[in-house]
């Protein structure tokens, strides 16, 4: 089997796409599925300018088991999956949680059987710091109980998670990476996110304010029980995201498991609150970006950070940029897309 040819689901979404390069510039042959529902071609194209080269790209949707096998067939034999393709907005899963239910069970659930069917045992799949609610100890470890889930998109992950224990005995090889905050963008400021309408996330909110598309970024609530007051989480760069999923795809393809089914915290393990995030973006861009102090939003949990000793003792993975290049390259990537000098 040929150990260098790997499919990625979602490649033309933030994660996604910053997880090609990397894998790509590790020296493997990417194939990407994307449906283009919460992406445009902006990002693959983005990605042919860093690597100088196109990457294979089928369109067409998770969901289409007849779609999914036609593209494992004709790709040739794939040694690894990455899957990606799932809807990520917390607020709109409590508005559409059929929705998200559908869509994010169902991609996975295709993915698996077109596994099966084609005989590739190791996938890599997206889940979240979200599995664990607020935890009672921070940083949080792998071991952590989930928590009740804060939304519907929390509850697929935690449900994806448990979908992936019972199938992986059918011989499958699979890692999840917990995502914390992915926050930043690629370097060379050619690969960012693209949030489709009103960001609902912190760092796309802040630089679209920084650039003066947003009024000002209201901080959801300083009355919290942190030192100043603010929600903290554990920011992470984007690249940081990518390089750990080529880290985990080589340690499954390392192993001599029939079946296998880890789960890894990726995160820094260092807590920010939203306050010095916007303080630390300010002095990183030299832009005095206003902000107001808001209500509490519904759902958010006070203080989240890894533990990221299991990823970094097993995978040999560690974060190479700093929380202020994260936010500097998330800086650069919007100035380029607005046009900013
Ligand atoms: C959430 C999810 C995470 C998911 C991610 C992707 C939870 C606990 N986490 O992360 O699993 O992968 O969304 O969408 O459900 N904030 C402001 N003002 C803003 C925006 C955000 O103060 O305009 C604050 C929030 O209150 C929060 C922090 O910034 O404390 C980060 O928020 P955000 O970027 O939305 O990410 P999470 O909610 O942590």
Request: charged share 20%.
């Amino acid at each position: 089997m040929d150990k260098k040819k790997v499919l990625v689901t979602g490649g033309a979404g933030y994660i996604g796409a910053h997880t090609v390069v990397e894998l790509v510039q590790s020296g493997y042959e990417v194939s990407i599925v994307d449906n283009l529902s919460k992406s445009d071609r902006t990002l693959l194209d983005g990605i042919e300018k860093i690597l100088g080269m196109k990457v294979s790209f089928y369109q067409g949707d998770c969901c289409d088991r007849q779609f999914m096998n036609q593209v494992f067939q004709s790709a040739g034999t794939f040694s690894s999956v990455l899957h990606f393709a799932a809807f990520k907005s917390v607020g709109e899963s409590v508005e559409y949680p059929l929705l998200y239910y559908q869509n994010n069970l169902n991609s996975l659930l295709t993915v698996l059987e077109t596994m099966l069917e084609n005989r590739v045992s190791d996938l890599i799949f997206s889940s979240s710091c979200t599995v664990y609610g607020q935890p009672d100890k921070i940083p949080v470890g792998e071991t952590a109980p989930f928590k009740k889930a804060e939304s519907p998109y929390g509850s697929t992950k935690q449900m994806s998670e448990r979908i992936l224990e019972d199938v992986a005995v059918k011989g499958l090889r699979i890692v999840s990476l917990r995502y914390f905050n992915p926050i930043g963008a690629h370097p060379s400021a050619l690969l960012g996110e693209i949030p489709l309408g009103t960001p609902n996330n912190l760092v796309p909110y802040l630089t679209q304010t920084a650039a003066g598309i947003r009024d000002k970024v209201t901080v959801f609530g300083n009355d919290y029980n942190t030192p100043d007051g603010s929600c903290i989480r554990d920011f992470i760069h984007v690249v940081d995201v990518g390089d750990a999923h080529v880290k985990a795809m080589q340690f499954l393809q390392s192993r001599d498991d029939e079946k296998l089914c880890e789960a890894f915290n990726l995160g820094t393990g260092v807590g920010v609150s939203v306050l010095q995030l916007l303080e630390k973006f300010n002095a990183v861009t030299q832009v005095n970006t206003p902000y107001v102090i808001g209500p509490r939003r519904p759902g958010d949990v006070e203080k989240v950070y890894a533990d990221p000793a299991k990823i970094n003792k097993t995978l040999g993975w560690k974060t190479k940029f700093s929380i202020d290049e994260s936010l500097l390259h998330a800086w650069q990537w919007e100035k380029k897309l607005r046009g900013i000098k």
